[in-house]
C-alpha cells in the first residue's frame, strides 16, 4: 500500500513538471496574443509638420544659418564680369597689358545667409535670404594675369522665402551688382559700361529640395 502511494506521487511530480512548458507556452502566447491589441489601443503619433521643427517664439534654434566660400581662379580661367570688351583690337588700341580696363577676377569672396526668426506659428516658415559676392583682381585676358587684390564688383541677392510641404519654396528675390573702385567710373576705350553680371532683376519662382539636399536635411 505505501509502495502505491509512493508511485501514485512521484507520478503526479512527474506529470507537474511535464506540464509547465505546456503552461510556459500557452502564457507567451497570451502575451504575444495581448500586446498588438494593447499597442492599438494607443493613439497614432502625431506626424511631424512641414519645415523647420517648431521652437521658441521668437530666435529658436539654428535662426540664423549658412555658409562662406573663397574661390581662386587660376590663369587663363578669370571670371569675366561682362565690364570689359573681350575684343583684342580694342584691348591693344586701350593699351594692352596698360589696359584700365581689367575686370576679371581672380578671387571671389561669397556665401549665403538665412534669418528665419519666428519658432511658432505660420510665420515661422517665411524667411529671408542674402547671397553677396565680391570680386577682385586685375588682369587682361592674353595680355596680362596677376594676383591682385584690387576690388571690381559687389553682387547680392536678397529676397524673402516660404517653407512649402513635400520640400518646396516660394522665393522672391530681387539681384543687383554694384562697381568698386575706379570701376564705379568709365575706365578708358575697353569699357562697356555694363551693369554687371545679370544687372539688376527681380524674379518670382519656386524651389525643391530632394535627396536630402539642403533644407530637406532638416526633418521634414
Not at 569699357?191 to 545679370?198: A, I, M, R
Amino acid at each position: 500500500m505505501k509502495n502505491r502511494i509512493r508511485q501514485m506521487a512521484l507520478l503526479s511530480v512527474i506529470l507537474a513538471f511535464a506540464g509547465l512548458p505546456a503552461l510556459a507556452q500557452d502564457a507567451t502566447g497570451t502575451v504575444a496574443v495581448s500586446m498588438p491589441a494593447a499597442a492599438a489601443a494607443d493613439p497614432a503619433p502625431r506626424p511631424l509638420s512641414w519645415g523647420v521643427p517648431e521652437g521658441r517664439m521668437f530666435f529658436p534654434h539654428d535662426w540664423v544659418r549658412g555658409y562662406v566660400n573663397f574661390d581662386v581662379a587660376p590663369s587663363h580661367n578669370e571670371p569675366d564680369l561682362g565690364r570689359c570688351s573681350q575684343s583684342q583690337a580694342v584691348i591693344v588700341t586701350a593699351g594692352g597689358a596698360s589696359s584700365d580696363c581689367n575686370a576679371y577676377a581672380r578671387y571671389l569672396l561669397g556665401g549665403y545667409l538665412e534669418v528665419q526668426p519666428f519658432g511658432k506659428t505660420f510665420a515661422r516658415h517665411v524667411f529671408v535670404f542674402f547671397t553677396p559676392t565680391f570680386s577682385f583682381g586685375n588682369n587682361v585676358p592674353q595680355f596680362k594675369y596677376t594676383a591682385s587684390m584690387a576690388g571690381i564688383a559687389f553682387e547680392r541677392a536678397v529676397g524673402i522665402g516660404i517653407e512649402l510641404p513635400k520640400n518646396f519654396e516660394f522665393r522672391v528675390t530681387q539681384h543687383q551688382v554694384d562697381w568698386l573702385g575706379k570701376y564705379k567710373n568709365n575706365v578708358g576705350l575697353a569699357d562697356l559700361g555694363t551693369s554687371g553680371p545679370y544687372g539688376l532683376y527681380a524674379t518670382v519662382g519656386a524651389r525643391w529640395y530632394f535627396g536630402g539636399y539642403g533644407r530637406a536635411r532638416e526633418g521634414r
